[in-house]
């Protein structure tokens, strides 16, 4: 092609982009000069939408600590950065207060604002594009009805190329029509409304599921863990990971509704999910997520057996020095205090990632559903070199969890310089 030629084609590419952006601006300028919405609905009509919120997980990322309720704000880590929830309050301005029935459907189903602009997959959308239209419905008729917060949105910490927006439209085009693909077995209405419940109204695959290089949901290992998203690791909760980890129906019902049970306590990003969500749902749907989780045919539990032989005399003496004071001096736990480590789910878990960063950087004081409440864990990571962090883990799953394999002390490093200590810390 002549050098002419090459020039047209690059002039009627910055035409295009032009009308683009000109248009993108007209759909913005026409979208904030909508008429403000007003809703009515009945109080029966209100509880139900409240309680499809909560089923939908809705304040967990709209309704930041201290916060007024739906007013955004909530910083949300992602693969490509911090995005942070939007304010859905009813404020025409800065909320959802402009949006009819069918622009909030097209939001919470395409990722797409009724401004236009698409809107970061962080919202998910993906999940919830198999939404039933009237639960769509009821949800927004409930946050119509709360009280307007005008409050402006915080600014996205993403970076070049992820801030480009029209980019999205790509990836929506490779990933969001993807269907979830069951993480369990099943026929029973109980296991179809569960898997509803599971897959689109709580978006559990958006944190459990493993993710592709591009941040999509990896569709052919359906909740089989994800320790890449944040801090802490999402666990395997398909049926053989809960098994492994020795969960049953009734340990996982105690776990949903009050994030307390003897197999672990509900903490970090888990813990408003169980606040927020879960603890509001009825026992029939609550019975529903766990036949969908485990199966129309669980597989048993499995047993973990104590483990008496010494493996490291110096893991032993860590644990005994600086956690029996509040785990008990053989792991049994303390009440309102300390959980038991006993086939504790995450010393029980192959991978021993939450173990490790729970003994590096401590855990705030949990307050649960109800007057449950546990202490603030101290982190060790200052007081602890790898080697001996690697020796306390080992000892404890070894001892408790039924997991032999020595942790390597590289592995204890490599989760301290990605965390809050850096490489400042003690080695």
């Known amino acids: 092609m002549t050098r002419v030629g090459w020039r047209r084609i690059a002039a009627w590419l910055l035409v295009l982009l032009l009308l683009w952006l000109l248009l993108m601006a007209a759909m913005r300028f026409l979208a904030s000069r909508g ?11 209100l509880a139900h939408g409240r309680y499809l919120a909560a089923a939908a997980d809705c304040a967990a990322c709209h309704t930041a600590d201290g916060g007024a309720p739906f007013a955004g704000g909530v910083p949300l880590a ?7 929830g939007t304010n859905i309050t009813p404020d025409p301005d800065t909320g959802i207060g402009r949006y009819t029935p069918d622009d909030f459907f097209q939001a919470m189903t395409k990722g797409e604002a009724r401004d236009g602009h698409q809107l970061y997959p962080a919202m998910p959308y993906v999940s919830y594009k198999t939404m039933a239209r009237a639960d769509s419905d009821a949800i927004y008729a409930y946050l119509m009805n709360q009280p307007a917060v005008k409050q402006e949105n915080k600014k996205n ?3 070049f190329p992820f801030n480009i927006r029209s980019g999205i ?31 689109t109204m709580g978006h559990c695959g958006e944190c459990h599921s493993p993710r592709g290089a591009l941040g999509q949901v990896d569709r052919d290992r359906p909740l089989g863990g994800n320790n890449e998203m944040g801090r802490f690791a999402a666990p395997d909760i398909t049926p053989a990971g809960l098994a492994a980890r020795g969960w049953n129906a009734a340990l996982l019902r105690e776990y949903l509704a009050t994030g307390v049970s003897e197999r672990a306590v509900a903490s970090d990003e888990m813990l408003p999910v169980v606040r927020l969500s879960t603890s509001r749902l009825s026992a029939d749907d609550l019975k529903a997520m766990i036949v969908y989780l485990l199966g129309d045919r669980p597989a048993p539990p499995r047993a973990v057996r104590v483990a008496n032989a010494a493996v490291s005399d110096s893991g032993r003496s860590h644990y005994l020095n600086l956690c029996s004071g509040c785990h008990g001096r053989d792991g049994e736990g303390v009440p309102h205090v300390a959980p038991s480590l006993r086939d504790n ?12 960063v729970a003994i590096l950087d401590g855990l705030p004081e949990h307050d649960f559903p109800g007057n449950e409440r546990m202490q603030e864990m101290p982190g060790f990571a200052q007081d602890l070199g790898d080697a001996d962090i ?14 032999p394999q020595a942790i390597a002390a590289a592995s204890v490093a490599e989760l301290r310089a990605s965390g809050p200590h850096g490489s400042s810390a003690r080695r």
């Open 78 to 84: 992602s693969p490509f950065g911090t995005i942070h």
């Open 157 to 159: 910490g993403v970076g």
């Open 169 to 199: 439209h790509l990836w929506n085009l490779l990933f969001a029509r993807a269907e979830a693909v069951p993480a369990s077995q099943g026929a029973s209405p109980a296991w179809r409304r569960g898997k509803y419940l599971v897959e």
């Open 345 to 356: 789910s995450s010393v029980r878990d192959a991978d021993p990632h939450n173990l490790i």
């Open 35 to 45: 008429p403000v919405q007003q809703v009515a609905a009945t109080p029966q009509q």
């Open 390 to 403: 690697a020796a306390l883990s080992t000892w404890l799953r070894h001892r408790h969890g039924g997991q």
